[in-house]
């Protein structure tokens, strides 16, 4: 890849050419890519409503933040990676077959299938930031040395990671926290590596538009699979009754709701404040790389949820079905914070108070069944987006008056 007069650059054996409509187009390399992906989160939320407990907990929380870092690290290579050409669609069916692998993984990651979980994520991780840099060596030299500084904070944590799967139970736990903090502090540190430097957030030109559109299709992809969650839950019922069939409609309005809030005013508000930033590497690490954890554990965990309120709606809450009622939305609408504030500058409101009424809610726990806690979760949630669309809405309104 060539400079240009204008600064971009030109087209390259294995790089986007920037500048073009190209640029930030997602490929259907990328979206076959994703599609690992689906079974992946169908595997995290499976596991974790099997393994409900302070301790499932945190094992689900470690494997969903291990997947999403190969996604999001994924996503960031190609946004300068072009999947159109050769070298690079084989390195994403390469990853693809490896996210299989890992997928297999997740439901043994702490027994016997820790050693195939700690592999597939380290050949990934590695794998991936080796090839990016080396493509990048000639054409692009200030990226490849961002790259390699990356593959050194890999291969670095991945000493953890491949210790912890030799060893068993609170240990392995243990070493696979420490290198989920290296791995999630190291874009902090700029990646910084004796000899080399360290990376800042000027280095990172992306394109908005394909940072939004990824990150929207993986929302896309955990919502569906609670709409699968409650699909299945419902089909394996020997009875279907006008109750089930209204508590299956509030599972529905539940996640439409939740897409409502994410899509409506967020996704499409990110990719243009990147587009016109002057540091659009910093705004993306931040609106996207982090912001969307809590939205997708909050998805996962709601899924989590409408299961076991459809599989067992009568009968007095116990922790697991209170907390995962309540926290799902409490957790998927402060990622919203984080999300929106990034790139409003500001926190909505409505959200703030969402997670404060959701949070009232676990006052009347001992006296609710389990389907009224769960209309009652989705009620907050359905109030929450209302009040930011006519808030928005209104405001909106009153900048065209002015204009």
């Not at 099997?50 to 996503?75: D, F, K, N, Q, R």
């Not at 068993?168 to 902090?188: K, N, Q, T």
């Not at 590596?193 to 030109?205: A, C, F, K, N, Q």
């Amino acid at each position: 890849m060539t400079a240009t007069n204008d600064g971009r650059f030109a087209e390259s054996a294995c790089l986007r050419a920037r500048g073009t409509a190209k640029e930030g187009k997602v490929a259907f390399a990328e979206l076959f890519f994703d599609l690992v992906f689906v079974l992946t989160i169908i595997q995290l939320s499976h596991s974790l409503a099997v393994h409900y407990s302070p301790t499932g907990l945190v094992e689900a929380a470690v494997l969903m933040l291990a997947v999403w870092w190969v996604w999001i690290y994924t996503t960031w290579a190609t946004n300068w990676l072009d999947p159109d050409k050769a070298p690079v669609r084989i390195l994403l069916f390469v990853l693809m077959f490896f996210g299989l692998m890992l997928s297999i993984a997740i439901p043994t990651a702490f027994g016997e299938g820790g050693l195939l979980f700690a592999l597939t994520f380290v050949a990934m991780q590695v794998g991936r930031s080796a090839f990016t840099a080396y493509v990048m060596r000639r054409d692009w030299p200030e990226n490849s040395l961002n790259f390699t500084r990356i593959t050194a904070w890999t291969l670095f944590s991945a000493v953890f990671w491949l210790a912890g799967a030799f060893v068993e139970h609170e240990a392995r736990l243990v070493l696979w926290l420490i290198a989920l903090g290296i791995d999630y502090l190291s874009p902090a540190l700029g990646f910084a590596v004796p000899g080399l430097g360290r990376s800042t957030v000027s280095d990172w030109e992306v394109s908005g538009e394909h940072m939004a559109e990824r990150c929207a299709l993986f929302v896309i992809i955990c919502l569906g699979e609670t709409i699968l969650v409650t699909g299945r839950t419902v089909a394996s019922m020997e009875l279907l009754d006008g109750f089930t069939i209204i508590l299956l409609a509030v599972a529905f309005l539940s996640t439409a709701t939740m897409w409502w809030i994410y899509f409506r005013f967020g996704h499409g508000e990110a990719a243009h404040l990147i587009e016109h930033s002057a540091t659009p590497g910093r705004i993306a690490r931040m609106a996207f790389t982090y912001a969307h954890i809590p939205i997708v554990a909050g998805i996962v965990l709601s899924a989590v949820a409408e299961e076991f309120a459809l599989a067992h709606p009568h009968g007095p809450v116990d922790f697991k079905t209170a907390s995962a009622i309540i926290g799902g939305p409490v957790v998927f609408l402060a990622g919203n914070i984080w999300f929106k504030a990034a790139i409003r500058g500001r926190s909505p409101l409505s959200h703030l108070v969402g997670i404060a009424v959701l949070l009232c809610l676990s006052i009347v726990v001992p006296v609710v069944e389990p389907y009224q806690l769960f209309m009652a979760a989705a009620a907050v949630l359905f109030g929450v987006a209302l009040w930011e669309f006519l808030s928005l809405k209104s405001t909106r309104a009153d900048d065209l008056a002015q204009v």
